[in-house]
């Protein structure tokens, strides 16, 4: 099948992989430009784009495929799409609104031959509609979650649905290893269901249970003691690794990678024990942390980071 491919990130590069191992003639890949990154802030192509450079893929990688900001550029952009004669349009993870003519593009596929743009889509849909599916299950406490390949129209995850997978939540999941995870069971299906591209078919999203995955910001990383231990250890999950969570010991930012809920009462903030990891007082329960990390310093297992930055019972920390 031809397939033109628009995404970004490891988890649309998981898919696009599995697209070229089944055999599908990818004839053009969508990509974000490349971004500065690192302690050098070198140009760094995203993880979609080297793929699909290693096998001899054309990239381009639009600031925009929007007429409005850039007519003759999307326009382009537009026309050169058409001209592939596609079948599918397939998307993951790609972070640029597609206009209702990229939307069109492709010839379509299934049953009535009007699929003609895909979705992977990182939850089970309506649930956690948007930018952040995966950070926002975990967070909320979510027992399950899944894959939905979904047909793609111009509202935000609003379109039908082809296919889904369900996983459960792992306790221990971080939002990167859940990605990873779906990135891999998300490729499975969408290769699964491309096998029949004429027996597709699809059903309308759920009108009850509709929520919204907002995009992660920085400002959410600070850690809020009055909040139970439960509900500040799953955040710790949902922002690993970005934005992370952090509290401050005398104005130092110190992040928390990995905590567990643990019996203990106090103020909020108060450290209860600082002996081989730090037990922190919640407002329900406490925390028990066993990795942090301090400015400019590597991830540090509790027992060498305390060493290094001591505790004391008693002190609150904010």
């Given at each position: 099948?031809?397939?033109?491919?628009?995404?970004?990130?490891?988890?649309?590069?998981?898919?696009?992989?599995?697209?070229?191992?089944?055999?599908?003639?990818?004839?053009?890949?969508?990509?974000?430009?490349?971004?500065?990154?690192?302690?050098?802030?070198?140009?760094?192509?995203?993880?979609?784009?080297?793929?699909?450079?290693?096998?001899?893929?054309?990239?381009?990688?639009?600031?925009?495929?929007?007429?409005?900001?850039?007519?003759?550029?999307?326009?382009?952009?537009?026309?050169?799409?058409?001209?592939?004669?596609?079948?599918?349009?397939?998307?993951?993870?790609?972070?640029?609104?597609?206009?209702?003519?990229?939307?069109?593009?492709?010839?379509?596929?299934?049953?009535?031959?009007?699929?003609?743009?895909?979705?992977?889509?990182?939850?089970?849909?309506?649930?956690?509609?948007?930018?952040?599916?995966?950070?926002?299950?975990?967070?909320?406490?979510?027992?399950?979650?899944?894959?939905?390949?979904?047909?793609?129209?111009?509202?935000?995850?609003?379109?039908?649905?082809?296919?889904?997978?369900?996983?459960?939540?792992?306790?221990?999941?971080?939002?990167?290893?859940?990605?990873?995870?779906?990135?891999?069971?998300?490729?499975?299906?969408?290769?699964?269901?491309?096998?029949?591209?004429?027996?597709?078919?699809?059903?309308?999203?759920?009108?009850?249970?509709?929520t919204y995955a907002e995009k992660l910001q920085?400002?959410?990383?600070?850690?809020?003691?009055?909040?139970?231990?439960?509900?500040?250890?799953?955040?710790?999950?949902?922002?690993?690794?970005?934005?992370?969570?952090?509290?401050?010991?005398?104005?130092?930012?110190?992040?928390?990678?990995?905590?567990?809920?643990?019996?203990?009462?106090?103020?909020?903030?108060?450290?209860?024990?600082?002996?081989?990891?730090?037990?922190?007082?919640?407002?329900?329960?406490?925390?028990?942390?066993?990795?942090?990390?301090?400015?400019?310093?590597?991830?540090?297992?509790?027992?060498?980071?305390?060493?290094?930055?001591?505790?004391?019972?008693?002190?609150?920390?904010?």
């Open positions: 099948m031809k397939i033109i491919f628009a995404g970004t990130p490891d988890f649309a590069a998981v898919a696009l992989k599995h697209l070229i191992d089944a055999g599908h003639d990818i004839a053009l890949v969508l990509s974000q430009p490349d971004r500065r990154s690192g302690r050098g802030m070198k140009l760094t192509p995203s993880p979609v784009k080297v793929l699909a450079e290693e096998n001899n893929i054309p990239v381009i990688t639009p600031l925009t495929l929007s007429l409005k900001r850039d007519p003759e550029g999307a326009a382009r952009i537009h026309k050169e799409l058409k001209a592939i004669e596609a079948d599918l349009l397939v998307v993951a993870a790609y972070g640029l609104i597609l206009p209702q003519a990229v939307l069109d593009c492709a010839k379509g596929i299934g049953k009535k031959g009007d699929i003609k743009a895909i979705n992977i889509h990182g939850s089970l849909l309506p649930r956690w509609r948007g930018a952040a599916p995966v950070a926002r299950c975990i967070e909320a406490g979510d027992a399950e979650t899944g894959v939905t390949l979904m047909k793609m129209e111009l509202g935000l995850d609003t379109g039908p649905m082809i296919r889904i997978v369900r996983m459960p939540i792992l306790p221990t999941d971080t939002a990167d290893v859940l990605m990873n995870r779906l990135a891999v069971e998300g490729a499975k299906l969408l290769v699964e269901a491309l096998k029949t591209p004429d027996e597709l078919d699809w059903v309308a999203q759920p009108e009850e249970g509709v920085k400002t959410e990383a600070n850690i809020d003691w009055t909040q139970p231990a439960s509900v500040i250890e799953q955040k710790i999950r949902a922002f690993s690794p970005f934005p992370g969570t952090l509290f401050h010991k005398n104005d130092v930012p110190v992040k928390i990678w990995e905590a567990h809920v643990t019996e203990g009462e106090g103020r909020p903030g108060e450290i209860l024990d600082a002996h081989d990891g730090l037990t922190i007082a919640c407002g329900e329960g406490a925390l028990r942390v066993t990795k942090l990390q301090r400015p400019g310093k590597p991830r540090m297992d509790a027992h060498p980071f305390l060493q290094s930055m001591p505790f004391v019972v008693g002190e609150e920390i904010k």
